[in-house]
Structures are given as C-alpha cells and as structure tokens.
Antibody
Framework: QVQLVQSGAEVQKPGSLVKVSCKAS????????MHWVRQAPGQSFEWLGW????????KYSKRVQDRFTITRDSSASTVYMELSSLRFEETAVYYC???????????WGQGTQVTVSS | NFVVTQPHSVSESPGKTITISCTGS????????VQWYQQRPGSVPATVIY?????PSGVPDRFSGSVDSSSNSASLTISGLKTEDEAVYYC?????????FGGGTKLTVL
C-alpha cells in the first residue's frame, strides 16, 4: 500500500531554514509527482509547489518561490522540501501529497509540524 | 487569479442528504478536475472524491461528486448522513499547473 512517511516536528527561529523529508513506499517512486502543501492553525490549505520525480522539474507558488526548494533522492525514494528565511506566520503543518493516478486519488503524508518561534 | 469558494458551514440531521458547493471565479472550474478532501479534527486529510466524480476504494457510495459548467461549480453530495461524516470538507482544483484549495466547509451532523 502507498505510504508517505514524513520527518518529525521542527521548531525554528525566524530567519532560519527548515528541511522536511517525505519517504515514499508501495508504488513506483518515479511514476508520480509529489506536491507540498501547508495548513496554518485553523486555516485551509496553501499549495507550495511540486516536483516531477522522473525529471526533477519543479514549480513553486509565487508566494514562496524565492525561498522554497523541492528536491528528490530517487535512490532513497525520498522527497525533500526546504523553506528559508522563516517567518512567524509560517508556523503550520506541512504535508507531502502524491499525485493521484489511475483509479486513485491523491495520497497524503502524515504531516510535519513546523513552529517558527523566537 | 482563479479562486474557489465554499460555504463556511452546513448542518443536517443523520440520515439526510447534504450538498456542499465549490464555486470557481476567475476561470472555468470545469476545465480541470476537482478533488474533495475530508479532514476530521486533528487528522490527516483523506481523499473522498477525485477527478470530479470518482471515489477511492474504501469510500462509501454515499459520497458522490459532480461538476456543473453552467454555474461554474462543483458539488460534493453525502447521502444517508452519519455522525462520523462530521468533518471539514475541502475542494481542490487547478490553475496554471498549480493547486487551488477552497476555504473548507464544516459539516455538522446533529
């Protein structure tokens, strides 16, 4: 079965950088794109970007594109997101979400709490 | 900018049928697929409808989705409401190869 296992909670200071991983299993890793979205407390979801696993192409939200990077390590079936120059208001749960495929919808990781606090 | 708008909250009694709308503006919602996610308090979102009207395995057929191009909206219908359906439901569509989420609709089953 498809599993997306994310790294643990992070507490970071404003202006610093956070890196979150998402390890995939249960399907051919390079066959599906991976997205990152976040959810601030009590809010809806904000899409941050996605990566084409097969060729490494990425696309980012205009809001974060100067500070946000998605990479992948196909040998480890793992996708990473990195967000720099963190702001207080970026405290949120960050999710990796695998694209849907034939007969399936998108799959969500369990989420990683990122807290930006001084 | 393409935006999708949902009602903030809906409520209905057990056994009844509810429909949650997701209305597009700044673009055609029918031009791209719509997904619906269910999020119970403190839980990870779960896909209940994908590609407008498809249900993942394990999702009861009480859940159905549709798109109406004339009103530029998508709908999630839940029939035979159960208390376990109480959750926030989010629609998600696409624009310029990005994902666009609605603000979420809190469903109360009372």
């Amino acid at each position: 079965q498809v599993q997306l296992v994310q790294s643990g909670a992070e507490v970071q200071k404003p202006g610093s950088l956070v890196k979150v991983s998402c390890k995939a299993s249960g399907y051919p890793f390079s066959s599906y794109a991976m997205h990152w979205v976040r959810q601030a407390p009590g809010q809806s979801f904000e899409w941050l970007g996605w990566i084409n696993i097969a060729n490494g192409n990425t696309k980012y939200s205009k809001r974060v594109q100067d500070r946000f990077t998605i990479t992948r390590d196909s040998s480890a079936s793992t996708v990473y997101m990195e967000l720099s120059s963190l702001r207080f208001e970026e405290t949120a749960v960050y999710y990796c979400v695998r694209d849907g495929g034939i007969n399936t919808g998108p799959y969500w990781g369990q989420g990683t709490q990122v807290t930006v606090s001084s | 900018n393409f935006v999708v708008t949902q009602p903030h909250s809906v409520s209905e009694s057990p056994g009844k049928t509810i429909t949650i709308s997701c209305t597009g503006s700044g673009g055609s919602i029918a031009s791209n697929y719509v997904q619906w996610y269910q999020q119970r308090p403190g839980s990870v979102p779960a896909t209940v409808i994908y590609e407008d009207d498809h249900r993942p395995s394990g999702v009861p057929d009480r859940f159905s989705g549709s798109v109406d191009s004339s009103s530029n909206s998508a709908s999630l219908t839940i029939s035979g409401l159960k208390t376990e359906d109480e959750a926030v439901y989010y629609c998600q569509s696409y624009h310029d190869n990005t994902w666009v989420f609605g603000g979420g609709t809190k469903l109360t089953v009372l």
